[in-house]
């Protein structure tokens, strides 16, 4: 079976003064990110509550019995405004209620859930919108209803599993149990929200894509502005209970120009905040812009680079994203249970993978680093798991997986990685991954280091990777185990003391157990990556720290290109012979 591309989307860059309040238990409060004191039982965690303790005592005693029931209800306020070219595009404030309801039949060892070969896995989960009201009566209607839908697709499905697994030989990780025993935890924290006036946003998307319509290098620019509180409510039948909620609030900005030979050239920029407070002022957003747009016009005029395997110094950001494809991926825990998965790493536990100065841990209990917010944290995991810190590879010797409750047979339960977009199946997922070494110099040093390797290697120059996109690597073995990294900025760095070269056309390819082994070494300065990965569970946020990282070998190759030209005409604002008609 082919496997979904996974991919690591940049929205980085600076952000504007939020003209927001938070309403805090009625109450308007200008600029906080303060939530209600109430710790009482939530009309919807009373509803889930009720109606689950009824749907235990039924469907235990069904046939075949449900021996798992959680009941998940996401409440979320989201707020978009859009601007392009000076222009307003959209402005929207939306509330939604989602209900999730999960069903298991059969055992812990084996029900539903396994893995029936010849039939592709359903990583969408099942669910239905919910009533805004906190009317009890209504919301355990609705669960019950789901309930009962839930069971009866269960019911199929194991029907399916008990057939499959008596003919169909398995590996030893396809002989794993399906579902982990875990501890129940009960948390109940304050509901969160806000209200965002919208009109101030509108207004500074016109300004923000207004100002980037100056620059005749811009074809097309688009400014979002999106603000987003959820609170999430889980019941399930071993005993936890949890109300806890989160706001996000982000701005983005896209550029987009073209090169004289038709590729396309692009540009991001953005910033995450959770206190309106600490949001950057306007005119950091405008120096962003003249950043952005100054980089376009550079980006016409850089000439290309051919395909090349030599020295690569890579900066904090774009290390972050480049272990993000190359390890991460491949060392989430579902993928080692998968026989149709490429297991780099399944066997490896115990052994050296990375250079004996390297550890990466993923830690989505951490909320920042340097005074950076951290996109990947969470208090608790989408299978009601507490987040937990795990160390992943200790100095270069692999330890651990990144776990669900899909449990492994040397690693039987949850570290609290079990992650999804709403409207799909929770499987392990990175948090915030976070490269550390122990053998570190300043980015000073790092470069003459670097110098000094182009020369040894009698290279005419090497790569100086300063920003990306993303990129996207291949798990299954229907593929290569190989990776793409997608640079935006890239530099010939020359060993005789010249400039560096702005070039453009390249990007990074490789297979991970090559490319990970030529690390040689890294700064001593973390810079963090916030973006949203996509697999098979959805779009999740996820942030990568690392420091510079300094590979012996990096092999790059031409990026895609476009046939189209550039427009016949200019931008009309920048268009002599317009002005001259007018």
């Not at 029931?69 to 859009?82: G, K, M, P, Q, R």
């Amino acid at each position: 079976m082919i496997r979904p591309r996974t991919t690591f989307r940049i929205w980085t860059g600076a952000a504007v003064l939020a003209t927001a309040s938070v309403c805090l238990a009625g109450i308007c409060l200008a600029g906080t990110g303060q939530a209600s004191s109430s710790a009482t039982t939530p009309p919807i965690l009373q509803a889930m509550q009720q109606e689950l303790r009824r749907s235990v005592t039924a469907y235990s005693k069904a046939d075949p019995p449900a021996y798992f029931l959680a009941y998940t209800i996401t409440d979320e306020d989201n707020v978009n405004v859009s601007g392009s070219n000076g222009a307003l595009l959209s402005s929207s404030d939306a509330r939604d209620r989602w209900l999730e309801v999960q069903t298991r039949v059969g055992s812990y060892d084996l029900d539903n859930t396994h893995k029936v070969e010849g039939r592709d896995p359903a990583w969408t989960s099942p669910g239905t919108q919910a009533a805004l009201d906190d009317d009890v009566p209504v919301l355990r209607r609705e669960i019950w209803r789901e309930t009962d839908r839930q069971y009866r697709a269960a019911v199929q499905a194991f029907i399916a599993v008990q057939t499959s697994k008596e003919v169909q030989a398995q590996s030893a990780e396809q002989r794993a149990p399906d579902f982990s025993h875990e501890e129940p935890h009960v948390s109940i924290g304050p509901a969160i929200s806000f209200h965002v006036d919208r009109k101030p946003w509108e207004a500074k998307v016109r300004k923000y894509t207004a100002a980037f319509s100056a620059s005749p290098a811009v074809l097309n620019s688009i400014v979002t502005f999106t603000a987003r509180a959820a609170n999430q409510y889980f019941v399930n039948s071993e005993g936890s209970k949890l109300a806890f909620g989160q706001i996000r609030y982000r701005l983005e900005l896209f550029v987009q120009g073209k090169a004289p030979d038709g590729m396309d050239l692009e540009r991001y920029a953005n910033f995450d905040w959770v206190d309106p407070s600490k949001a950057p002022s306007d005119s950091t957003v405008m120096d962003q812009v003249r950043i952005l747009s100054g980089q376009i016009a550079a980006l016409q005029k850089a000439p290309l680079v051919e395909p090349f395997a030599g020295p690569t110094l890579l900066t904090g950001r774009a290390a972050a994203v480049f272990f993000h494809e190359v390890l991460g991926h491949r060392l989430e825990g579902f993928r080692q249970k998968d026989v149709s998965e490429g297991q780099t790493f399944t066997s490896k536990v115990g052994q050296q993978i990375l250079p004996s100065f390297i550890t990466v841990r993923d830690d989505p209990t951490t909320k920042e680093i340097n005074g950076q917010v951290l996109l990947g944290y969470y208090p608790f995991d989408d299978e009601g798991v507490p987040a937990q810190n795990v160390t992943l590879v200790d100095h270069g010797i692999l330890k651990n997986f990144l776990m669900s409750r899909s449990p492994l047979i040397n690693f039987p339960h949850s570290n609290g990685h079990g992650r999804r977009q709403l409207g799909y199946q929770p499987i392990a997922r990175m948090g915030n991954t976070i490269v550390e070494s122990s053998k570190t110099m300043t980015n000073a040093a790092l470069r003459r280091r670097f110098i000094e390797e182009i020369r040894k290697q009698g290279k005419p120059f090497g790569l100086l990777i300063d920003d990306i996109a993303g990129g996207f690597t291949f798990t299954g073995r229907a593929q290569p185990q190989a990776f793409q990294v997608q640079p935006l900025i890239v530099y010939k760095v020359f060993p005789d003391g010249r400039p560096d070269e702005l070039v453009r056309g390249v990007n990074i390819v490789g297979t991970p157990l090559i490319s990970i082994t030529k690390i040689i070494a890294t700064g001593d300065t973390p810079e963090v990556f916030n973006g949203y990965c996509g697999a098979e569970s959805g779009s999740v946020p996820v942030s990568a720290v690392a420091p510079e990282i300094l590979i012996s070998e990096m092999e790059v190759s031409k990026k895609e290109s476009s046939t189209d030209t550039p427009p016949i005409l200019p931008p009309p604002a920048h268009d002599p012979l317009s002005k001259e008609r007018e």
